[in-house]
T-cell receptor, first 114, second 110 residues
Framework: DAGVTQSPTHLIKTRGQQVTLRCSPK?????VSWYQQALGQGPQFIFQ???????QRGNFPDRFSGHQFPNYSSELNVNALLLGDSALYLC?????????????FGPGTRLTVL | GEDVEQSLFLSVREGDSSVINCTYT??????LYWYKQEPGAGLQLLTY?????DMKQDQRLTVLLNKKDKHLSLRIADTQTGDSAIYFC??????????FGTGTRLTVIP
């Protein structure tokens, strides 16, 4: 089992561009959550996908959007990038029984906005 | 408020025990977690505790939960240099998302 995988590992973009990050959940997990971790901070919840729908959303603008595919993998899209979007983006997956007892994270995608 | 608070730094000597503390405010939290993050890496789940438990032990790790005071601690016995990292506590909210503290940077001195 490969665990949670994310791609790409690193990404450099310029202000105003758009970016798509990808996540494949751990085998047997159907819920995917995305987090943003700015330098020196704890991760902050962006949103969560379950059954291809956005189930919960944190305090992030509409420039942040996502998608979940039938195979449970997920994408995070950020439009009109700002310098402040530079961060480590983490994906977490959890199992179908509510996910309370297991939340596993991928290695993250480090996004730099110049 | 909805804060999860941790002290920022902790230094211990190799072989000693480390105790990392966390306070949270949301009484609806069902699970509380400890994650470890090494430089440039993602988050590694170390352990978790259900909110109706008061202690959980897993090898060198002991988690204590005082639900009345909303205080969580992680004790690492026989701390090693490989334990140097940032440790995050997090609580699982009703919305089934994790709310993280700011992290405690543990430095183990050889």
């Amino acid at each position: 089992d490969a665990g949670v995988t994310q791609s790409p590992t690193h990404l450099i973009k310029t202000r105003g561009q758009q970016v798509t990050l990808r996540c494949s959940p751990k085998s047997g997990h159907d819920t995917v959550s995305w987090y943003q971790q700015a330098l020196g901070q704890g991760p902050q919840f962006i949103f969560q996908y379950y059954e291809e729908e956005e189930r919960q959303r944190g305090n992030f603008p509409d420039r942040f959007s996502g998608h979940q595919f039938p195979n449970y993998s997920s994408e995070l899209n950020v439009n009109a990038l700002l310098l402040g979007d530079s961060a480590l983006y983490l994906c977490a997956s959890s199992p179908p029984d509510g996910g309370g007892d297991e939340q596993f994270f991928g290695p993250g995608t480090r996004l730099t906005v110049l | 408020g909805e804060d999860v608070e941790q002290s920022l730094f902790l230094s211990v000597r190799e072989g000693d025990s480390s105790v990392i503390n966390c306070t949270y405010t949301d009484s609806s939290s069902t699970y509380l977690y400890w994650y470890k993050q090494e430089p440039g890496a993602g988050l590694q789940l170390l352990t978790y505790i259900f909110s109706n438990m008061d202690m959980k032990q897993d090898q060198r790790l002991t988690v204590l939960l005082n639900k009345k005071d909303k205080h969580l601690s992680l004790r690492i016995a026989d701390t090693q240099t490989g334990d140097s990292a940032i440790y995050f506590c997090a609580d699982l909210r009703r919305a089934n998302n994790l709310f993280f503290g700011t992290g405690t940077r543990l430095t183990v001195i050889p």
